[in-house]
């Protein structure tokens, strides 16, 4: 079991940044890819990015290549979400999430078996 809580949202201007953190407890995080969705208003979840167990590689969706950056740290059990150029597409509710796949690089919310409760950012135009 994987506890997840997600922080680090708000309200920013178009261009700006913001980093998302995500704090995990229970066992074996290191064991877990670690994934980052979101959901606009009126819209499915869909996939940002995800890194590899070990932080090894990382994925992206092609919207957000070049401006947000996934990384982990696995001695303090967190996943971050680096975002840079913010648009006002990009407003939704960010998730992470832990999977236990491996190869190749869990893109699909089913391949998640845990997940945060989401954050809000808001990107003003």
């Known amino acids: 079991q994987v506890q997840l809580v997600e922080s680090g949202g708000g309200l920013v201007q178009a261009g700006g940044s913001l980093r998302l953190s995500c704090a995990a407890s229970?066992?074996?995080?290191?064991?877990?890819?670690m994934g980052w969705f979101r959901q606009a208003p009126g819209k499915k979840r869909e996939f940002v990015g995800s890194?590899?167990?070990?932080?090894?590689?990382?994925s992206y969706t092609d919207s957000v290549k070049g401006r947000f950056t996934i990384s982990r740290d696995n001695a303090k059990n967190t996943v971050s979400l680096q975002m840079n150029s913010l648009k006002a597409e990009d407003t939704a509710v960010y998730y992470c999430?832990?999977?236990?796949?491996?190869?190749?690089?869990?893109?699909?919310?089913?391949?998640?078996?845990?997940w945060g409760q989401g954050t809000q950012v808001t990107v003003s135009s």
């Open positions: 999430a832990a999977s236990r796949y491996s190869n190749p690089i869990p893109k699909l919310q089913g391949d998640y078996a845990y």
């Open positions: 229970g066992r074996s995080f290191s064991a877990y890819a």
């Open positions: 890194i590899t167990y070990n932080g090894g590689s990382t």
